[in-house]
């Protein structure tokens, strides 16, 4: 079975602050890993996605994220957060041929 | 651009009707998803279709059911709504099977169950 744990719920950073959101991952199989971002009263937005190409994989709006494979962790940043980046954001891991699991989502806050 | 749509962004309902939520995507993706969204709890899969008049049971089943009588459309089915299916309802969808392929979500349907 596949599990992903993201570390914080609520994560609160000051505007041109690093953003740092954690996404650690469970997986018996060479994982598919997943970013996605949803604003107030949106659907879900793909940030990025790791599919066993490069480990540092870059996504929009100036994101990023690292799949560490020792780690079994795939956290999420941003080197100047901007108070659009105010959002939910969700981690989630796939493998084969099965549906995505997704974590319970952080609030990222930016603070003028 | 791909586009999923959902009936209604939101919905308000009485314990005990039956509730339908449509789904349709535009772009000839084979398999949907219906997740239920809950603060704290993130996205739950409550059932998904990977072919025309097939589904599977997801994480949390009980007291949903779903048909998929065209390709393109997905519903969800809520029997005898309960005031413990109030939630955000998020549906998806994605080309072929493969967990690599990102899935295109709906903007959710609110619903309220009174």
């Known amino acids: 079975a596949q599990s992903v744990t993201q570390l914080g719920s609520h994560v609160s950073v000051s505007e041109g602050a690093l953003v740092l959101l954690r996404c650690n991952y469970s997986?018996?199989?060479?994982?598919?890993l997943f970013w996605y971002v949803q604003y107030p009263n949106q659907g879900l937005q793909l940030l990025l996605k790791?599919?066993?190409?490069?480990?540092l994989v870059k996504g929009i709006n100036g994101f990023e994220a690292e799949f560490k494979k020792s780690e079994t962790s795939f956290h999420l940043t941003k080197p100047s957060a901007h108070m659009s980046d105010a959002a939910e954001y969700f981690c989630?891991?796939?493998?084969?041929?099965?549906?995505?699991?997704f974590g319970k989502g952080t609030r990222l806050s930016v603070i003028a | 651009d791909v586009k999923v749509t959902q009936s209604s962004r939101y919905l308000v309902k009485r314990t005990g009707e039956k509730v339908f939520l449509e789904c349709v995507q535009d772009?000839?993706?084979?398999?949907m998803f219906w997740y239920r969204q809950d603060p704290g709890l993130g996205l739950r899969l409550i059932y998904f279709?990977?072919?025309?008049?097939?589904?599977e049971k997801g994480d949390i089943p009980e007291g949903y059911s779903v048909s998929r009588e065209k390709k393109e459309r997905f519903s969800l089915i809520l029997e005898s709504a309960s005031t413990n299916q109030t939630s955000m309802y998020l549906c998806?969808?994605?080309?072929?099977?493969?967990?690599?392929?990102?899935?295109?979500f709906g903007p959710g349907t609110r619903l309220t169950v009174l």
């Open positions: 998806a969808s994605t080309p072929i099977a493969g967990g690599h392929n990102e899935q295109f």
């Open positions: 790791y599919t066993s190409a490069a480990t």
């Open positions: 997986s018996s199989v060479p994982p598919y």
């Open positions: 279709s990977y072919d025309v008049k097939m589904k």
């Open positions: 989630a891991v796939s493998s084969g041929n099965t549906p995505l699991v």
């Open positions: 772009m000839d993706h084979e398999n």
